[in-house]
């Protein structure tokens, strides 16, 4: 059994669960996955795939599991509650083999249901993808790797940068995820002194004693397209009903859901001030910092303040130079996510499961990196364009 625990997933899904329960527990939504990996097979791991899924159905929180999300300090008793009666059900997600080789899977459910499945469902289609296809893994040259990243950042005279694990939905497996943690904080230590900040999955984190780490994803602001009182105002809604919901807590904003124009459009001199810093996940990072640190000098805000979270698709090499790049500009913290977690010397598995409808219409992102963006409705995705004021990327 892959998943053994419901709190094997990343910790940015119960603080949007949380919301969803409070704020919005009547929406209806839809997900669909996407390999973006060319040529890849999945379909003659079909069946197992579902006996994982099915077993992952079957599991609930524990009294200890329940204890761990209680002891958050942004989480309320009443979510910890519904927790406690919580079970994921199989009737909200299909899993198809399809004639081309390839898989389709969908979820479509009650979003307050539904919203737990991707994680743990992304972390069963790699491990048993590379179950199969290398039955017999390169370990040592997966921990030689790992110790070349290790050097390299404290080899690195930047004893500010610091790094956290961002790399469940694409790991190689659960063991070798929790391998690459001990040997994280065993190489870099953890804070306050150490290199090694914390990890987005929440199991780990707390059977490690490490910080979980998370706010909100896409699937958040994409809903709120569907759910705010106009389109054009959804991203504007879905910051506010977040600080509605967190008062001031858990205040990092995603910038990429409309690309970095329209949220520098909306994100005001109130949210400047109102949340702590934002996370970059598309687009050219050193291009997107620059803005975010003169947004935030326009808006009489001191960038020192703030933080600015880099997400998307990080190396140690690439961490480094964009530290050298915001040093002492604004606070800085990263998220590396495949690099860490499926870097053995095997070509990693580009797959996601996105939000592609809420409540019976079609949302969708516009990000910075045009290959990001899952939408099958053209004609949305027009509109959208034009609401937003986005030009058609060329």
Not at 182 to 194: K, R
Not at 361 to 366: D, G, I, N, S
Request: hydrophobic share 40%; aromatic share 12%; glycine share 6%.
């Amino acid at each position: 059994m892959i998943i053994s625990s419901l709190l094997d997933t990343d910790l940015y899904k119960f603080t949007m669960m949380q919301a969803v329960l409070h704020q919005f527990p009547g929406a209806q939504v839809a997900y669909k996955f996407k390999c973006r990996t060319p040529g890849v097979k999945l379909a003659p791991f079909v069946d197992e795939i579902r006996a994982e899924i099915k077993a992952l159905c079957q599991l609930q929180f524990s009294e200890d599991e329940l204890s761990v999300v209680r002891a958050m300090r942004f989480i309320k008793s009443d979510f910890v509650d519904f927790l406690g009666l919580f079970k994921l059900n199989e009737k909200y997600i299909t899993v198809t083999a399809l004639p081309n080789g390839e898989i389709d899977i969908h979820i479509h459910g009650p979003w307050l249901h539904t919203i737990l499945f991707e994680i743990p469902v992304l972390s069963i289609v790699n491990e048993v993808y590379f179950r199969h296809t290398q039955p017999m893994p390169d370990f040592e040259e997966g921990r030689r790797r790992l110790a070349v990243k290790i050097d390299q950042l404290n080899a690195a005279d930047l004893p500010d940068l610091k790094i956290a694990d961002y790399g469940t939905r694409r790991r190689f497996s659960k063991a070798w995820h929790q391998e690459v943690l001990q040997v994280l904080v065993d190489g870099l230590g953890t804070l306050p002194a150490g290199r090694f900040t914390g990890t987005s999955n929440v199991l780990f984190a707390s059977s490690m004693g490490i910080t979980p780490l998370g706010t909100m994803a896409h699937e958040y602001l994409q809903a709120c397209q569907a759910l705010g009182p106009r389109l054009r105002d959804s991203q504007v809604f879905g910051f506010e009903t977040w600080a509605r919901e967190y008062r001031g807590d858990l205040g990092i904003a995603l910038s990429d859901v409309y690309g970095v124009e329209p949220f520098l459009r909306d994100f005001d001199m109130y949210f400047c001030k109102l949340f702590d810093g934002a996370r970059h996940d598309s687009g050219d990072p050193f291009t997107w910092g620059e803005r975010m640190i003169e947004h935030y000098k326009s808006n009489r805000v001191d960038p020192l303040t703030k933080i600015l979270i880099f997400s998307d698709g990080l190396t140690v090499p690439r961490t480094i130079e964009l530290y050298k790049r915001f040093q002492g500009r604004c606070q800085l913290a990263f998220g590396i996510g495949t690099n860490l977690t499926n870097d053995l010397g095997y070509e990693p598995l580009q797959i996601v499961i996105k939000m592609v409808e809420c409540n019976g219409q079609p949302v969708a992102k516009l990000s910075d990196t045009p290959s990001k963006n899952m939408c099958e409705d053209t004609n949305y995705l027009a509109y959208l364009r034009q609401v937003f004021d986005i030009a058609q990327p060329t």
